[in-house]
C-alpha cells in the first residue's frame, strides 16, 4: 500500500512517545488500560489497507460511536434532526452542563454528549431494538460480524454517569428528549462500549471517504449530502473544544473518544485510525492527534 513507509515511519518516531497525558479516570475500567499502547490503520478506496502496531487489540470506541448513531438518525430524519440539536462548535468539554441552560436545553452539536444523548433518544423511536441496531450498523460498516460490546466498560460507566444522567434529564425538562432516561443512558453507555481495533473502526469509516458509500459491499450508508455535512461536522466539531486546533494541525475531518481512538478521513481517499489510550487535557489522544499530524504533513494532502 502506497502509505506503508509513512504510516511506519510515523510509528517509528512515535513509538516511545509517551507519558504526557493520562488514560481516562472517570470511568473506571478504562483507568486500568495499559498506556503505552499504540496502533495505526489506514484504509483506501481501492481495497488498501496497512496496519502497525498493538493492531490486534481492541479499545472501546467511546465517542467515536456519535459519528455511527448520527448517521442512523440522519438516514431516517433528515434535516428534522436539526429541531432537537445544533451544528456549532461547543467550544466547551464534551461533558460540560453549562451550555445547556443557557441555550434552552438544545445541545450545540451531536458530538458532545449531550447532543449524542438526544440522537440516542432519536434512535429509540425509529428502532425498535435499538441496542442491537446500532451494533449491526457498526459491523456492517467495517464488515465483521465479530464486534461486540464491551460489557465491563458499559457496565462501569453506567454506574458513574452522573453527569450525563444530569445532562439527560435536564434536557428532558425542556423535552428535548422524549424516552426515559435510565434507558438512553443504558443505550449510549452501550454503544460508547463497541470495541474495535484500529483496522475495523478505519474500515468503518470508509462511507464518508467515498460520499456515503461503502466502499467494500457497493451499498449506500447515507446520501452524498449527509456524507458531506458529517465531514463537516467533524472537523468542526469532532475533538471537542479543540476541534480548531485539530484542523489547524491535521486538516481532516476526524473524531476522537476518550478510549484514546481518532479516526479522520480524507474525502475521495482514505480513513486513518489511530489508538494511544493516553489522553490530553481536552481528552484527545495527544499521541493520536501527533500523528495524524504528521501524516498529513508527509503525504502533502488534506482537505484544505
Ligand atoms: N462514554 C464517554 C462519556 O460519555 C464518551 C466521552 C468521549 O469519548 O469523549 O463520558
Not at 68 to 78: D, I, W
Not at 211 to 217: I, K, L, Y
Not at 235 to 249: I, K, P, Q, V, W
Request: proline content about 3%; some cysteine; charged content about 20%.
Amino acid at each position: 500500500m502506497v502509505y506503508e513507509n509513512v504510516v511506519t515511519k510515523i510509528y517509528e518516531s512515535l513509538k516511545q512517545e509517551t507519558g504526557k497525558g493520562r488514560v481516562a479516570q472517570y470511568i473506571p475500567a478504562l483507568s486500568k488500560i495499559d498506556p503505552n499502547q499504540y496502533s495505526i490503520s489506514v484504509c483506501d478506496l481501492e481495497g488498501g489497507t496497512f496496519s502497525i502496531g498493538d493492531t490486534d487489540k481492541r479499545f472501546t470506541i467511546q465517542s467515536i460511536s456519535k459519528v455511527f448513531t448520527l448517521a442512523m438518525a440522519s438516514k431516517h430524519l433528515g434535516d428534522k434532526l436539526w429541531d432537537s440539536v445544533g451544528r456549532e462548535p461547543s467550544g466547551t468539554s464534551f461533558n460540560s452542563l453549562i451550555q445547556l441552560e443557557q441555550e434552552r436545553g438544545i445541545p450545540r452539536n451531536p458530538f458532545i454528549n449531550a447532543g449524542a444523548l438526544v440522537v440516542t433518544d432519536k434512535l429509540m423511536s425509529l428502532y425498535n431494538k435499538p441496542k442491537k441496531a446500532i451494533l449491526e450498523f457498526v459491523r456492517e460498516n467495517c464488515g465483521d460480524q465479530d464486534i461486540y460490546y464491551n460489557n465491563e466498560v458499559a457496565k462501569s460507566e453506567l454506574e458513574f454517569s452522573y453527569r450525563n444522567v444530569a445532562l439527560a434529564n435536564f434536557m428532558k425538562s425542556f423535552g428535548t428528549v422524549e424516552h426515559n432516561i435510565e434507558t438512553i443512558i443504558d443505550i449510549y453507555c452501550n454503544q460508547c462500549s463497541i470495541s474495535m481495533n484500529t483496522l475495523t473502526l478505519a474500515k468503518s469509516f470508509l462511507f464518508l471517504a467515498n460520499g456515503g458509500v461503502n466502499p467494500a459491499t457497493e451499498q449506500r450508508v447515507v446520501k452524498s449530502r449527509t456524507a458531506k455535512r458529517m465531514n463537516a461536522l467533524m472537523l468542526t466539531c469532532g475533538l471537542y473544544n479543540e476541534s480548531g486546533d485539530f484542523a489547524y494541525r491535521v486538516g481532516l475531518p476526524g473524531k476522537s473518544g476518550v478510549g484514546g481512538g481518532i479516526v479522520a478521513v480524507l474525502p475521495g481517499k482514505l480513513s486513518i485510525a489511530v489508538w494511544s489510550p493516553e489522553l490530553n487535557v481536552n481528552g484527545n489522544s495527544y499521541r493520536g492527534i501527533d500523528t495524524l499530524e504528521q501524516f498529513t504533513t508527509e503525504i502533502g494532502i488534506s482537505v484544505f
